[in-house]
């Protein structure tokens, strides 16, 4: 295995890496996100009421809707400014990807052509050898056909 194969496995390996620790971070940022959330509602809606009378009462769950409401909306601001985060960062990660595969195809082909190369030259060579061996051949069976 080339110091090329072993540095570009690595690259690979680095980036599946990336990738994974990437995703990994993402999903339990979320979690930890909705977890909170979720414990911030029931925080909300399971706070003891202050009075038995309806009009507080109704008015208690209007403030606590209200406050529902506007931890949902900034729930919802975080999230899609947290995935449009991840988007960049997966955007740049592709393009890591990328240049990785276009590296490796570059040197793909290098090696393809160096060994057509190689065969072509092998080859003609070959042939060479060939002709000269038919040429000895030839100037032989001439010299014996004569000297007969």
Do not use: C
Request: glycine share 4%; aromatic share 8%; net charge negative.
């Amino acid at each position: 295995m080339s110091r090329k194969d072993i540095e570009s496995t690595t690259s690979y390996v680095e980036l599946s890496s990336q990738a994974y620790s990437l995703w990994v971070d993402a999903y339990a940022s979320a979690n930890q996100r909705a977890l909170g959330y979720l414990k911030n509602v029931w925080e909300i809606a399971a706070r003891p009421y202050a009075s038995s009378a309806l009009e507080t009462t109704v008015r208690e769950n209007f403030d606590r809707a209200n406050q529902v409401v506007t931890l949902t909306i900034g729930e919802l601001q975080t999230n899609g400014a947290k995935s449009a985060e991840l988007v960049e960062k997966v955007s740049a990660h592709n393009a890591k990807v990328q240049d990785t595969v276009a590296t490796a195809f570059r040197g793909l082909m290098t090696t393809g052509i160096s060994n057509v190369n190689f065969v072509k030259e092998s080859t003609a060579q070959q042939f060479e050898d060939l002709t000269k061996r038919l040429d000895e051949m030839q100037a032989r069976a001439t010299t014996s056909a004569s000297s007969n």
